[in-house]
């Protein structure tokens, strides 16, 4: 049973990785929208299973809001917005995609070498997953700088928040629930700031571009 | 009781700007009451702390106020007050609408009980929760005006810090896997006694990694250099008011949350490695903060560079063992108040000039003869000039680096008060002087604002000539309550 389960778990990680992964070659928004929706499916599903396997009943309660705020809602706003918004398919990007795909690979091995220690620390059936979830980590932080779209920093930022509520899930079963709840009203609140200001910066510089952004210096 | 007579005010300032419609100014005049009535429950936690030596501790230890918690909460309280006086919608002439200073005074009242929150809850995890919603918060209010670079400088603040907070939180998160790994499940596993009781059996390499997360992430918010390069901007963009929360509160608000983990992990680590971190950062800060005074040409992005500058000589001293952290918390105390008065009045100056150009403002003596004077001052103050606050805290700091034997950290940090020593007094020589250019009118009325600015003046000089004991008891605590004795 438990072999079972730590396996699902190292499925559901790895998938979430790929997802980041996919951000790094797939062009075009709605990609990358696909990519988050199905990431945070596999987080709440994950979720809901080491609730049950792990027997953490709160767990369920995560895993319901995770799927109706990241899986359904933030993901409909996100097409709401790219349709509003889409004039050019082709994303840009600081760094192009070969070179994007090797430096995921560096950041993959990296988290794997940093958390090489941590497996002798924890008895967790889940910790196999833990260098994926630091992997996603810094797979997120590098979509966030090399991209140039305001639309795409805030899907990495997303991501990012994923990813720390995946390493939250295989390393300690989640955080308390009141924080858990928290951690949420930030991710919903923030977001809609976010939106509100990329409706800002479409009027004030018609572009979405961050590149654009560049008057304040010094 | 101090607790709630603390926090429901600006709550309840919040909700009734947003449920009021109409009548502005009573609502505004109003809220400012309630500032007041928050500020004076913060002075009552500071008196308990101080005299009864009591630390306030809810029956499900989720609120915990000791001495440096009531500390920052009288800072926050403060300069809430100020920024709260100085706010759009109080009836006179400014130039902002009534859906502008509504907007403003929800968020602000808002943004100043998160900061609250932040500094009396004993729970890190919901401690970062609330420092998150203080990016949000604020970020609404920096594009009052919707221009081109406000909305730029809020949209990088509101990116680079929520990116930044995440790591934080990542921090948070290993250093709860280190807790649960080793203590196993037990609830309030994240409150900072638990977690500090149990700092001697955590895991020291996973609490480093932790650790590096920590202070990238608060670092960030902090405006500690590598990551400060959203602060200039959202500090120069935003309002005036909220400038001085920013600059005044916000920064030290991220620092506390720094030295509440600093804490546990001196413990878990049984070494230096915090303050190695911590100095470093701090010692880049105060470089970058300086040497970018030098070429500024705008006042408002000048002033956002000098708290850099002091920041990173907070984070100096916190890494500078009981002296260092007492000249620290010193320290931020003086420079919440002198920048929330330099930004006030460089809020005035750009109301009359129309420009935040160093260039386009001189005869600032002349046209805004006490604007001037006190502008003078609080820049006097801020490169810590004698007989300012500052120059106490700085001096102590100094004084606390060649007792640890960090002689070249002394020296480094003289060298680069220096630099921004003489480049701000360069600025401010030219806003002072010369004649004033056409177009600006010439006069000035004194008001009940000057009179409070001129109040932040005598608290600076009265910190700088007499330190008075009740100052000195409660710092003195805030050292106890994050520095192994």
Not at chain 2, 118 to 137: R, S, Y
Request: net charge positive; with cysteine; hydrophobic share 60%.
């Amino acid at each position: 049973m438990e072999g079972i389960f730590a396996r699902l778990v190292v499925l559901a990680a790895s998938g979430m990785l790929l997802t980041g992964l996919i951000v790094l070659w797939r062009k075009g928004v709605p990609a990358y929208i696909a990519a988050f929706t199905w990431q945070s499916w596999l987080l709440s599903g994950m979720t809901a299973a080491v609730g049950y396997l792990g027997g953490e009943p709160q767990l369920y309660l995560v895993a319901v809001i995770l799927l109706l705020l990241k899986g359904i809602a933030l993901p409909a706003l996100l097409r709401a917005t790219d349709r509003r918004f889409s004039t050019r398919r082709e994303l840009l990007a600081y760094v192009n995609t070969e070179t994007s795909l090797i430096v995921g690979g560096m950041l993959v091995l990296f988290a794997y070498v940093l958390t090489e220690p941590w497996m002798a620390m924890t008895k967790l059936p889940t910790r196999a997953a833990l260098p994926v979830a630091m992997a996603l980590l810094f797979v997120s932080l590098f979509i966030i700088v090399s991209r140039k779209k305001a639309i795409t920093q805030v899907i990495g930022f997303l991501m990012l928040e994923n990813s720390i509520a995946l390493l939250a899930v295989v390393g300690t079963y989640g955080v308390p629930l009141l924080v858990e709840l928290g951690v949420f009203l930030d991710a919903l609140m923030g977001f809609l700031v976010m939106q509100i200001f990329l409706y800002d910066i479409h009027e004030t510089f018609e572009t979405l571009e961050v590149d654009q952004l560049a008057r304040l210096k010094h | 009781m101090a607790l709630i007579l603390l926090l429901a005010p600006p709550l309840v300032a919040s909700l009734s700007v947003m449920l009021v419609r109409g009548r502005m100014r009573l609502v505004a005049a109003s809220t400012v009451a309630l500032n007041a009535l928050s500020l004076s429950a913060s002075v009552w936690m500071c008196g308990d702390a101080l005299w009864r030596g009591r630390t306030i501790v809810s029956s499900d230890g989720f609120w915990r106020v000791d001495g440096l918690s009531a500390l920052l909460a009288l800072s926050i309280a403060t300069v809430t007050l100020l920024a709260s006086a100085f706010g759009p919608g109080l009836g006179e002439a400014d130039e902002y609408d009534e859906g502008q200073a509504r907007r403003f005074r929800i968020f602000v009242n808002a943004f100043a009980l998160m900061m609250l929150v932040a500094v009396t809850t004993n729970n890190v995890g919901f401690m970062w929760v609330t420092i998150e919603a203080t990016t949000i918060t604020s970020a609404v209010v920096i594009p009052l005006h919707r221009t081109k670079s406000s909305v730029e400088a809020s949209w990088k603040y509101l990116l680079i810090c929520s990116v930044g907070i995440a790591l934080a939180f990542a921090g948070t998160v290993l250093a709860y896997f280190d807790f649960v790994s080793t203590a196993g499940r037990v609830p309030n596993a994240l409150n900072w006694t638990v977690l500090r009781a149990a700092a001697p059996t955590l895991q020291g390499e996973l609490m480093q990694l932790a650790f590096a997360f920590i202070v990238v992430g608060y670092g960030t918010k902090a405006g500690l250099a590598p990551m400060h390069t959203w602060l200039p901007d959202a500090h120069s963009e935003a309002p005036a008011p909220l400038s001085a929360m920013m600059s005044g509160v916000l920064l030290a608000v991220a620092m506390y949350a720094i030295a509440r983990w600093k804490a546990v992990v001196d413990v878990a680590l049984g070494s230096d490695f915090a303050s190695q971190l911590l100095l470093a950062a701090g010692l880049l800060s105060v470089a970058v903060g300086a040497f970018s005074l030098v070429i500024q040409r705008h006042y408002k992005r000048m002033l956002a560079y000098s708290s850099v500058e002091h920041i990173g000589l907070v984070s100096v001293g916190l890494a500078l063992g009981p002296l260092g952290a007492f000249a620290a918390w010193l320290h931020l105390v003086n420079h919440a108040v002198a920048k929330s008065m330099a930004f006030l009045l460089a809020g005035r100056i750009l109301h009359r000039y129309r420009t935040t150009e160093i260039a386009g403002v001189s005869g600032l003596l002349h046209v805004m003869p006490w604007t001037g004077r006190l502008f003078a001052m609080a820049i006097l103050a801020l490169v810590g000039l004698p007989p300012f606050g500052l120059f106490v805290s700085e001096f102590l700091l100094v004084r606390a680096a060649i007792h640890t034997g960090h002689l070249w950290t002394a020296a480094v940090v003289l060298l680069l008060v220096l630099v921004a020593f003489v480049s701000l007094l360069g600025h401010l020589n030219r806003m002072l002087y010369g004649a004033a250019p056409v177009g600006v009118a010439v006069g000035e009325s004194c008001g009940w604002r000057i009179a409070a600015l001129a109040g932040c003046a005598a608290i600076l000089v009265v910190l700088g000539v007499a330190l008075p004991w009740p100052v000195t008891g409660i710092i003195e605590r805030s050292v106890s309550a994050v520095v192994m004795p």
